[in-house]
């Protein structure tokens, strides 16, 4: 199978958002070579990534990756975007890893390359391309915050503003995260990345309103946010924040919140609650791989209508997304009793609910990579364990994909009354 020109390899664009597509294409192969799409990603914990297809070049000698089927690899079928949500730790690697980029001043930089035939291991490849996905986009402002207490970093989108502003909230992991915060602000939303406890540190700071409150303030009182237009997004923990400070603040009057997999069952405090919660943790079951499940643990909590928030309260629009396989939060029995709770409170009109069946706890922005089970650490004991999220990669992926646009046409249409195409970046 020898060529004299060789193959040629495109990624268009080049340089994108996390949250775009691309395309890659093959050209200049002889017609019917059967070729790997491979991409390969050093992560910033110095681990290699990597999703690859096997792909057939056609009578033109040309493969693309978003019209043609992977016939193998880490995905199949015709998957534009899966040389990015199948990766996987390469084999040997550490166990129980996720992928997160902690500097996003900086893009993700994947290397896509095209090897010759179906077992490409160690073989030189035929051509490579170095792609750089970014969760900034250009002009975005990074501004780093530490006032009155309050530890997390703003991100202003470029131009004069005023913008619609948000305040992210990631869950028990803690530590300070700004990947989605800087995507939000790429797309449109003046977003505060709120660190609300350092990693193992849960219980000795304050968890109590007032931190949260200030944080939103924070993001209100900002000269390039219009104060009366500022919502609130979180996962997991933070999703459970955003329902309490919806329903129970005096102080600060969210306009809309987007909650992915969170609950309701912190009525006390979100510490107290969490408290509350790690002490039955023991009683989690584990999996074949000893990941502890969390899910029942969380319904137990549930049963208890002392411990719930009064969901009948909220006054804002309300996005609940769920992943139907979350085994870290039973997300589903949630909603559903979280659309119980307000229609009988005469508010379920403010409520919207996106299930995604086989999508697990962690729901990323698209073409994140899924993580099924990952390392975690326990606060108060400090101890390591692996926690089941649960999902299906392909359908998670769906599920962040779909999502996305929905929690982003969502937030449009409640923060800047708009949720036509043209508020697009
Ligand atoms: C992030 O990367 C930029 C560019 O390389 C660098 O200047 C900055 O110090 C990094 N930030 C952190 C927190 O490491
Ligand atoms: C919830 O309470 C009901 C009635 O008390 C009980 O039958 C059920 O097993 C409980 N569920 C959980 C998950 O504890
Ligand atoms: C399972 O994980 C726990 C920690 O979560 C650990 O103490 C225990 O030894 C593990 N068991 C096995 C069989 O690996």
Known sequence: MSQIVPPILSVAPI????DETFKVLVDNLSPGSPVTVHALHHSEDQDYWEAYGHYI????????????????GTYTGKEAMGLLWSMRPVPGSRTGLRLRKMNVSTPMLVQISVYRGHDFR?????????????????GV????????????????????????????????????????AAL??????????????????????DLEFKYFEKGFNIVKDHPKVMPDKVG???????????????????????????CVNGNHGFGISVREGYIQMEKTLHKARVDENNASIWRDVVLQILNDS?????????????????GVDDQNTPAVEVAEDISQMMRAAGNEHLLTRLDYPDAGHLIEPPFSPHFRATNFIVHGKGEKKILLWGGQTKPHSDAQEDSWRKMLTFLRLHLCGDASPKAKL
């Open 232 to 258: 609130l997004f979180g996962l997991s923990l933070g999703s459970s924040v955003t329902m309490y400070l919806a329903a129970e603040s005096k102080v600060v009057e969210p306009r809309c919140c987007v």
């Open 15 to 18: 340089r994108a958002l996390v």
């Open 306 to 322: 002392s411990l719930k928030l009064d969901m009948g309260k909220v006054k804002c629009p309300l996005m609940l997304v769920s």
């Open 57 to 72: 070049s056609d009578h033109r000698g040309r493969v693309s990756v978003s019209d043609d089927m992977s016939f193998g």
């Open 184 to 205: 939000l602000a790429s797309r449109g939303f003046a977003c505060l990345a709120l660190e609300y406890f350092k990693p193992g540190e849960l219980s000795s700071v």
């Open 141 to 180: 402002q990074r501004i780093e915050i530490n006032e009155d207490g309050v530890r997390g970093t703003l991100f202003i989108p470029p131009g004069p503003g005023p913008f619609p502003g948000l305040m992210d909230m990631w869950g028990g992991g803690g530590g300070l995260l700004e990947y989605r």
């Open 122 to 138: 160690d073989q030189t490849p035929l051509a490579s391309v170095l792609t750089e996905r970014w969760y900034m986009a250009p």
